[in-house]
C-alpha cells in the first residue's frame, strides 16, 4: 500500500498518474494546501519542504518500517526502481530518461509555475514578469517540441519523464501558449491525453477538489510564506 499525501496540481497529477499506470494499491490523503493543511506536523514529519506531493510506502523492499518520501520527481524515480515499471534499466537509456525528468524538475515546472504566478496570481500585473515568464515557457515548449521529433514519448518508450512533463502542459493556455505552434508537443499531448491512466488520474483529481478556486486567502497561504 503507497499512502499518497496530495492535491489537485500539476506535481501531485505526475504521481497518481504513475500509480495508475503500474497499478499499485494506493490510498490518497488529500492536503488542501489552500487552507494550510501542508502545516500539519504529522505531514511535515516526512515532508519537510511543506509542499506535496509525499509518499508513504507501507511495504518498502527493504523490509523496515514505513518509508516517506517528498519532492515528486524523487517519488517517481523510487516508484519505478520498486516497480521495474517506466524507467530503463540499461545504462544509456536510463539516463535518456532521467536527463529529462530532470529537466522537468528543473526548467518546465517552476518556470511554468512563476508563469501562473504572475500571469494569474500576483496582486498587481508587473509586465516584465508576465513577458520573462511567459516567454522562458516559450521556450521550454520549443525544447520539448524539438526532442519529441520522431518520438512518441520523450525519451523514446513510454516513462517517468513523460508523467512529469505532461501535468505542466494540461494548463497550455493559462500559460500563454499555443500547442498548435509546436506540432510535435501537440501530438504527444494528445497522445498522453488519450491514455486510459491518465484519464483515471485526471478523474481522481475531480474526485478530490471538483471545484479548484484560489481566494484571496488561500494567496495568504499559499504565497506569503517565510521560514517562521
Known amino acids: 500500500m503507497i499512502e499518497l499525501y496530495y492535491w ?35 505531514f511535515l514529519a516526512f515532508a519537510p519542504n511543506n509542499r506535496i506531493p509525499a509518499i508513504r510506502d507501507m511495504a518498502p523492499a527493504d523490509g523496515g518500517a514505513p518509508l516517506g518520501l517528498f519532492e515528486s520527481g524523487a517519488i517517481l524515480e523510487y516508484l519505478a526502481d520498486k516497480t521495474g515499471l517506466f524507467l530503463p534499466k540499461e545504462t544509456r537509456s ?60 520523450i525519451a523514446g518508450d513510454y516513462s517517468i519523464a513523460d508523467m512529469a512533463s505532461y501535468p505542466w502542459v494540461v494548463p497550455h493556455e493559462r500559460q500563454k501558449q499555443r500547442l498548435e505552434d509546436f506540432p510535435h508537443l501537440h501530438a504527444w499531448f494528445t497522445r498522453m491525453a488519450a491514455r486510459p491512466a491518465v484519464q483515471r488520474a485526471y478523474e481522481k483529481a475531480k474526485e478530490v477538489n471538483g471545484t479548484p478556486t484560489v481566494s484571496e486567502d488561500a494567496k495568504t497561504i499559499l504565497f506569503g510564506q517565510t521560514a517562521r
Do not use: C
Open 8 to 42: 489537485t496540481t500539476p506535481n501531485g497529477h505526475k504521481i497518481t498518474i504513475f500509480l495508475e499506470e503500474a497499478g499499485l494499491d494506493y490510498k490518497i490523503f488529500p492536503v488542501n494546501i489552500s487552507k494550510g493543511e501542508q502545516f500539519n506536523p504529522d
Open 94 to 153: 536510463r539516463f535518456e530518461t532521467l536527463q529529462w525528468l530532470y529537466w522537468q524538475m528543473a526548467g518546465l515546472g517552476p518556470m511554468a509555475g512563476q508563469n501562473h504566478h504572475f500571469v494569474q496570481y500576483a496582486p498587481e500585473r508587473i509586465p516584465y514578469a508576465m513577458d520573462r515568464y511567459i516567454k522562458e515557457t516559450n521556450r521550454l515548449y520549443g525544447v520539448l517540441n524539438k526532442q519529441l521529433e520522431g518520438k512518441d514519448y
